[in-house]
C-alpha cells in the first residue's frame, strides 16, 4: 500500500492506505478523527463534509490520492476548544436532535459564511440543501447560519 | 470505600414501588460491587442514578438510549429536580444495560419519561433526602428548618451552607425512611423549563459519541451482504477471491440460525439470524471494495416474482372478498343508504424505510471466558441480550452492553439483527468486530413500515352528523394470509353508532417492523382524509365538523381517549393558525388529529400550489397535550422534527418491489426533504398541563400527513387518497 502525507488540521499527518481510500474512510479509519461521518457514500447527504483549502466538499467522494497539497480542515480542527462561532450559534439555539449530522452541517455552514457573510434566508437555503437531516432539525439549522452571521433569525 | 449501594431488593423497591414505602436497609461500611473507585473515600452512591465523587462531582445517570428524542437531558432533569441541582452543576453518563433498571431503560413507544417519571424522581428524592439529614446532624439543627438549592443545603437561620459534595461522606452512613415525600410540582425550577441537551458541546466539536466512532485495539470492520430478495439464502460466493483481496481478514457464508421471521410479533419472541455473506477486513474500505467485488448466487424464494403492483392487485383481488368482520356497531349499511350525503374512498400508502442518518451498526467485543461486550445503539438493549442468549447460545451474565448515542432510531433499532451480525462475526473470527452497514444494505434489509390500503364508505346526516362508517382494512401480513388479530377500537369507534370494520390480508414478504408511531402512522391518514371529504361532503368546515363528532362525552375507558382534549388542540392549532382566514386559490390550509401514545395533536398546513403543481409548505401549526412537558426545548424539536419527516414521507418517499427486490437503495430514489422545501415556520403550541407526563417521540407524527392533503385540497381541489405526492400530478387551473 502507497504512503501519503496529508495536510489536516494544520498536521502533516503520514497514511498507508490505497490510493482510491477516500478521504471519509481515512479520517475515520486511519486518523480517528470520527466526527466526519458516513451517511450515504454517495455525496447525497453532507455528513461527510470538510474543507479543503476552505471549500466544503464531501470527503466521501475525495480519494486519498488526489489531496496531495491540499489543506484539509475538519470538524476537530475547526476550533481547539470546539468554539467557532458557527460551533456556539449551533449550540445557543441547540440544534441538534441525535447529531448525526452535525458535524457535516457546520463544516459546510462555516465555509458557506466565508463566503458569504450576510445571506438571505434562501441563500441559506440552498446552500444547506445538499445537507440531509432525518430528526428535522433544519428550523434551527437556519436560525444558528443566521446567528452566526449576525443576522436575526 | 464507604460509599452505599442501594441493595437490589431495597433498589426494586425504590423503582417499582408506591412510592409511600420505600423501606431497604443500609449497612454503614457496605461495600456492594459496582461502585466507582477503588481507593477507600466518601463516595456517596445512594442508588443506581446518581452518585457525588471524590472530588466532590454530581454524576446523575441516564437511563435510556439517547436517540435524539431528548431523553439524555429530560430524564437527569427529573433526578437533578428531586435533587435541586442544575444540570450545569452535574455531569450527566448514560447507563450500560443494568439488569436492575429494567423497562427504564426502553426507548420506545413514547415511554421513556412515563415510566422513569417518579422512579427518577424518588431516587433524586432519596439522596436529597439524606444530603439534608447529613446536615441537620451536623448543625444540630432540625430538618424542617433547612432548605435545598443548587447543590447546596442551607439553614437559613444562621446563614449556614454546606455544598452537597461536603455532605456526602455523613449522608452515605444514613437510613432512608419508608415515606420520602416528592416535590410538589408547582415549585419546579427545572422540569417545564427549557434545557439544552447535554451533550451539545460533545455533538458540535465532533466527539466520538456513536457506535462506529469506537475502535478498540484490534478492531476489524465487518460488511454483511443479504440477499435481494428477503430470505434468500447465499448458495455460493467468490469467497476466496474475496480472502485474497488487500486488507481482507475474512470472508464466508453467514448461516441462517432460527426460523427467518419477517413479521414484528413472531420476531419479537424468537430472533434469528438471516443468512448472508460476511466480509471481515483491516478497514471500512476493503471491505467495501470487497462487496463490491462480490459474486454470490441467491437461493430461489417462492418471492421472487413479487412486485408492489403485484401487492396492489392482491389488495384489489382481496376487496372484493367478505373479509373478517372485526366490529360491527348499529347497521352501517342501512345507515348508508339513508344518509344525505356520503363518501366512497379508497386510500394507499406505501412501504418506508426508516432511514436514519446513521446507518445500522454494532461493535462486538469478545470477552475471554466466551462472554461479549456490545456497544450496542440498541433501542430497548435487554433486547440483544436475549437475542445473543438464545441465537448464539452466550450465557447472558457473560454479555455486557454499552449504550452509546444513536445516530436516529424511528423504530429501527428495536432489532436486534445488528447486535447478532456483529456477534456472529466476532465470535468467528475471534476479534472485536465493528459492523457497517453501507447507506444500500439498510435501506434495501430495513424492517419496513409497511403499505396498507383502506376503503371508506361513511355518511352524514342533514346536520353534517356523522352517522355511517364502514371501514375495510387491507392490512399488511408478511407471509400470511391469516389476518393479524388487531383489536377494533381506533378512533372513531364509539363516536359513530354505526360503525362496521372489516379487514382482509394482502401477504407479502417485506419484513415489517415498528416505524414511528405504529399503527397510527398509518391509521391517522385513513380515518383523517376520510373526515376531511366528509366534512366537505356535509359542506361543514373541517374544524367545525370534527368539534362535532368529538361531542361532549368523557374519557373512553377502552383507549383513554378523552375527546375534550382532543377539541382543545384543535382549537388551539385553528386559532394560532388563522384557520378560517381567506386564502386565494393555489393556497389552503388543512386541519387533522390524532390521539397514539397518550398524546394529543392537531395541525394545521398551510401550503401553496404553483399552477404547474409545485407544492410549497409555507407553514405548520402544531397544537399538542402530552400532559406536563419536561423540557419545552426537546419537545418543541420532537413536534417540527415529526412534522418534516411526515411531509418527507408524504412528499417524497415509498419503497417499492421488484422481481421480489426493494428498487430503492439511496437518497436519490428514496429521498428526504432537503432544506429549500422545509417550511419557513412550524409553530408548536403547548397545553399548559399538570397531568402526569406521556410523550413525544411519536405523536406530532400521524396527524401532519392528512392535514397537508387538506390543505391540497383546498388550495386546489385536487384530492390525494394516496402517497406520496410526488406520484401525483397536481397542476391546476
Known sequence: ?153 | MSGVVLQRRGFLALVAGSGLSLAFDLHASALTGGSVGAQPGHSFKPNAFLRIELDGRIVLIAPAPEMGQGVKTSLPMLLAEELDVGLDQVTVEQASLDATMGALQEAGGSTSVQKNWLPLRRAGAAARWMLVGAAAQAWGVPRAALRTERGEVIHDASSKRASYASLAAAAAQLRLPDDIPLKDPGSFRLVGRRQPQVDGPAIVRGAPLFCGDQRPKGCLVAVVIKGPVFGAKPLEANIDALKAMPGVVDAFILEAIGEWTGDLMVRSENPCLQAGVAVVARNTWSALKARKALQVRWSQTPFDGDSSDGYRAEAQRQLGLPGEVWRNDGDAEAALKSASATIDAFFELPILSHNSMETMSCLAEPLPGGGMRLTSPSQYPSVPVEALHRVLGIPKDRIELRIPRLGGAFGRRWESDFSLDASAIALRVKAPVLLFTPREEDMRHDYYRPFESQRIRAGVDAKGKLVAWDQDRLVHSFRSPQTPKITARQFPVNFIPNLRMRARTVASNVPEGAYRAPPANLHAFFVEGALNELAHAAKMDALAFRLQLLGEGGEIKETRFNPARMKAVLRLAASKADWGRPLPKGSGRGIASWYSHGGYVAHVVELSVSRSGVVKVQRVTSAVDVGRVINPNGAEQQVQGSVIDALSGALLQQITLKNGAVEQGNFHDNPMLRMPDVPRRIDVHFVESTLDPTGLGEPAYPPLAPALVGALFAATGIQIRSLPLSRHKLNWS
Open chain 1, 1 to 153: 500500500m502507497p504512503d501519503f502525507v496529508l495536510s489536516i488540521n494544520r498536521q502533516q499527518l503520514p497514511v498507508q492506505v490505497d490510493a482510491d481510500t477516500p478521504l471519509l474512510w481515512v479520517l475515520r479509519d486511519e486518523l480517528g478523527l470520527t466526527g466526519t461521518k458516513h451517511g450515504c457514500g454517495e455525496g447525497l447527504c453532507g455528513a461527510c463534509t470538510v474543507h479543503v483549502d476552505g471549500k466544503a466538499q464531501r470527503s466521501c467522494q475525495l480519494p486519498v490520492s488526489t489531496l496531495a497539497g491540499k489543506h484539509i480542515t475538519t470538524i476537530e480542527g475547526l476550533h481547539p476548544q470546539g468554539q467557532h462561532p458557527v460551533q456556539q450559534a449551533w449550540l445557543k439555539h441547540d440544534v441538534a436532535q441525535c447529531g448525526f449530522c452535525q458535524c457535516g452541517q457546520i463544516m459546510q455552514a462555516v465555509a458557506f459564511l466565508k463566503a458569504t457573510p450576510k445571506p438571505s434566508v434562501a441563500q441559506i437555503d440552498a446552500a444547506m440543501a445538499g445537507n440531509l437531516c432525518r430528526c428535522g432539525t433544519q428550523l434551527r439549522v437556519r436560525a444558528a447560519v443566521q446567528t452566526a452571521a449576525g443576522v436575526k433569525p
